[in-house]
Structures are given as C-alpha cells and as structure tokens.
C-alpha cells in the first residue's frame, strides 16, 4: 500500500467502461498485468467473479479469502478490495453499474450485501458457464441499440443467477418474522445514511416505529442493540480510511460526520481496542 495517496482510489464506470457495463474471460497473465486490481481500491459499479477453476486470494474490508475451484463472488461499490494472488484460474469477471443493473436485483444486492464467496455445485457451474458464454456473444457482437438492449439482458440474467445463489443461502423473505423484516429495513437504511445519520432515534423515525421497539426487534434478530451496528459501520468506513489513505485522524473524524474529534477518538478506541493511531500504525507493519 502507498502511503502516499490521500484516499481510497476509486475507480468509476465511466473511466473505465462507456457501456454501462463489461464481461470478460480472465487468465492469470491478464490479471497480474492489470496492476490497479493489486492495490486496495473501491469501485462505484458492481462486480462478480464467477471462477471456473484454479485459486484467488483476494482481501474484502480487512477480511482475506482464498476462493479455491468453481465459486461465485460479489463485491459492492463501498467495499475496499484487492487480489492478492491467483494460481491456475479461470475466471470470468461482469461488472455492471447501478443504472444498468435491473431494479429487483439492485435492490436485493443492496439488502443482502456484504457477502462472501460461496462454492458453486457442478451442476450449478455448467449453467453459469453457459450463461457467459451468451454473454461474452452480445459482448463481441455489433455496436447497434438491439445489441447493447440484448447485452444488458443477458448480464443481468447473469447477475440474477448469482443473487439467486446468495438467496438460497439466505432465510427466504416469507419465513422472516417481524423483528427480521425490520433488521433488513434498518440495514439498508444504515449503510445509506451512516454518515448522516448517528442515532437510534433517526432510523426509528424513518421505519415509523419507536426507538424502544427498533432496538428490541434488532437484539431480538441479532443479539445487539441499534448504536452497536450504528457504530460498527462507522468504525469499519473510519478503518478503511485509516488504512487505504494518509488522512489525519482529524481529517477521517470530519469527514464522517463528527465535528467533535476527541469524541470520534473516544469511540474509536471503545470500538475497536485501540487508538486510530494504533489501528493504522499496526496495519502499515
């Protein structure tokens, strides 16, 4: 990492793409010469991996993962990330912006995320595969209206049959009960307005019920009350700065949200263990 940069880069689907979208088969030899994969950087469109064989080590928000034969990941446009390695693989990469992504699988991208990597069943792969394959078709096809209209249907077919899988691990929406419903409602809430806002109240305020009742349906769903959440998503955005950026601890406070410093530093420390300083100085070890 560069300690030199003074933010998590971001990388945009309008430098990289004026599709909306893009589809490729990915070998080793491409993916270590596509340097800005290695460093630690966010995306503002959507990205799958559907690996075919061979091994990915890739890092997720401080969490590492070693993807090992036929399995599917999903990364969201908030999550810093970078490949650590890969050894053998064959691997397919969609990345997809929200503008062209279909509304039902946005929205449920946004309720369920974050994810990991699951493995794919034999069965399961064939399908996928066949579906790149039409995809990669309407990629390489002709540059006409019909043709990009087909290539958005198919990539989100694609995209359909991998929330399809992240679903069926998941507790179908029909069986969730009523403090269940809210912790989703609350969780979508959270990660759009973590920055804005800080307080239990806030959230209940935009579910219409009371803060009381929002807390005891999130301890009764997840064994933790509305500010542990609340506070884990801050500290996890104030971790991602103090590791991907040289911003100051003062700069990092300001920017999500809290004009009281010594406040943020407390809450920090509470959080995590440690200082924000010895959060970023053992991590730049």
């Not at 030899?29 to 340097?35: H, I, Q, R």
Request: proline share 5%; charged share 20%; glycine share 4%.
């Amino acid at each position: 990492m560069s300690k030199s940069k003074p933010s998590i880069p971001l990388k945009t689907m309008s430098d990289e793409f004026e599709r909306g979208m893009y589809i490729a088969k990915v070998s080793v030899e491409e993916l270590a010469s596509y340097e800005p994969a290695m460093h630690a950087h966010r995306d503002d469109y959507h990205c799958f991996f559907i690996q075919e064989e061979g091994t990915t080590s890739i890092e997720i928000d401080f969490q590492k993962y070693c993807i090992t034969g036929p399995a599917i990941a999903y990364i969201h446009p908030n999550q810093v990330h970078r490949m650590l390695a890969a050894q053998d693989l064959n691997v397919n990469v969609l990345i997809i912006s929200n503008e062209s992504l279909h509304v039902e699988w946005l929205n449920i991208l946004q309720e369920i995320a974050p994810v990991t990597p699951l493995k794919l069943a034999p069965q399961d792969l064939i399908l996928f595969k066949e579906t790149v394959t039409l995809c990669l078709k309407f990629w390489d096809g002709k540059p006409e209206q019909l043709f990009k209209s087909i290539l958005r249907d198919s990539c989100n077919a694609l995209v359909g049959l991998i929330t399809a899988q992240y679903l069926g691990q998941a507790k179908p929406k029909t069986k969730l009960n009523r403090s269940e419903v809210i912790t989703s409602i609350f969780r979508t809430l959270l990660e759009q307005d973590f920055i804005q806002s800080k307080s239990p109240a806030a959230y209940a305020e935009k579910l219409n019920i009371s803060p009381v009742y929002l807390n005891e349906c999130l301890k009764k769903a997840t064994g933790y009350p509305v500010s542990y959440h609340i506070q884990q998503r801050i500290i996890l955005e104030a971790k991602r700065l103090l590791y991907h950026s040289n911003r100051s601890v003062k700069e990092i406070s300001a920017e999500l949200g809290y004009d009281d410093y010594p406040y943020f530093s407390r809450l920090f420390t509470k959080v995590v263990g440690m200082s924000a300083l010895s959060f970023r100085s053992k991590n730049l070890d």
